[in-house]
């Protein structure tokens, strides 16, 4: 089963659910909201360990939702299935910093692809905070103060996780941060089931990331109303957490557009301790091209003229681009389809094929894929 494609229609299941309910479109915001329960399902059979019961407690905080807009119960069931609910341990990953690595942070950033305005921006934050920590080191009063967090914006698969992870390692290289670790989790590892639960999960959260950045993907999830509300009680812990231990970490929250403007309006706490708000922009057909060919060039080559049909099917792609644009996740989705095509285009040749065929794509494979 490809989980990316699986993930793909996720995401634009649950935007398009979350669009309607917005707009006041009750039934087809429980229709889309329906369809991404059933997919990520899905996922989480294919998931273990942490990872799957992160899943399949977002599973049950999408039929709350459900069950929230008709008052139907649609989530008693299902919470047998999300093993671990009444833990107190959150679920996250953590990611360390590439700190056996002699690449600088901002060199790693400038390695990506497109992300113009991103690199402006974290370059932006780069001086200004090693204006004020040589400032401080001064001794000279009145420094001007930032707000070390962040609110990421645009639509998935632009690099936002990527760029919190050099965040980290970025503010570990000029000493604003002791560890550098990212420290990745959602709404379904922050929210729990009952009374008292979700409070705990926070704050062992914003522990793990003492000293790095905690990152929470989707965020706007947790200002979205159900019966219970707990989403409400994690933004609260999280105002708590960040006012606590100021200095100490790193929050940075992140989803679409639209819905993390509704989620920075829903609390005036939020609107005081986010002022940097980095937008991603889509990646545009160019960008994909060159996503896709270092991709290939990990462990392939190309002919030409297959990845002049790529350029054009990445062309096409964009200029119909609608709100459930993959971007980067499109171009290795379709670099992992011409992969299988060339697989089996090889298949019943394999003995007299030599090396260069057995790691060449060439316009059959893309063809395969693309239909042209």
């Known amino acids: 089963m490809n989980t990316e494609f699986l993930n793909d229609a996720f995401n634009s299941y649950f935007e398009k659910g979350i669009a309607a309910k917005n707009a006041g479109n009750i039934q087809e915001a429980k229709r889309q909201l329906m369809l991404a329960a059933e997919t990520l399902k899905k996922i989480v059979a294919e998931s273990t360990g942490e990872l799957k019961l992160s899943r399949q407690k977002r599973v049950l905080s999408i039929l709350e939702t459900i069950e929230a807009l008709d008052g139907k119960k649609v ?88 760029v919190a992870r050099i965040i980290g390692q970025l503010y570990k290289e000029i000493g604003l941060l002791e560890r550098g670790h990212l420290v990745e989790t959602d709404r379904g590892a922050l929210v729990g089931g009952y009374v008292g ?51 100490k970490f790193v929050l940075i929250v992140a989803g679409y557009t639209k819905p993390m403007e509704g989620f920075i309006a829903s609390n005036p706490g939020l609107k005081s301790r986010f002022n940097t ?44 681009r609608q709100g459930d644009f993959a971007n980067a996740r499109g171009a290795r989705n379709l670099y992992e389809k011409i992969i299988v095509k060339q697989a089996k285009r090889l298949s019943s040749m394999l003995e007299r094929a030599d090396d260069n065929e057995l790691v060449t794509i060439t316009t059959q494979d893309v063809q395969a894929v693309i239909g042209k």
């Open 75 to 162: 989530i008693s069931s299902a919470k047998n299935d999300a093993n671990g609910e009444n833990e107190t341990t959150p679920k996250f990953n953590i990611i360390e910093p590439s700190g056996n690595s002699s690449v600088p942070a901002m060199e790693e950033l400038n390695r990506l692809v497109g992300l113009a305005t991103v690199k402006e921006s974290i370059d932006e934050l780069k001086k200004l905070a090693e204006y004020n920590l040589e400032r401080k080191k001064r001794g000279i009063s009145g420094s001007s103060s930032m707000s070390l967090h962040l609110v990421f914006t645009g639509n998935p698969g632009t690099g936002k996780t990527t």
């Open 197 to 247: 639960h979700t409070a705990p999960l926070v704050k062992k959260a914003v522990e793990a990331a003492m000293g790095g950045v905690l990152f929470i993907d989707e965020a706007y999830t947790l200002s979205e109303k159900s019966e219970n509300d707990f989403g409400k009680e994690a933004i609260n812990t999280l105002l708590k957490e960040m006012e606590d231990k100021r200095d």
């Open 277 to 320: 708000y980095i937008e991603f922009d889509d990646y545009k057909d160019a960008e994909l091209s060159e996503i896709f060919g270092k991709i290939v060039a990990e462990k392939y080559t190309i002919t030409d003229d297959a990845m002049e049909l790529v350029a054009n099917h990445f062309a096409e792609v964009y200029k119909q």
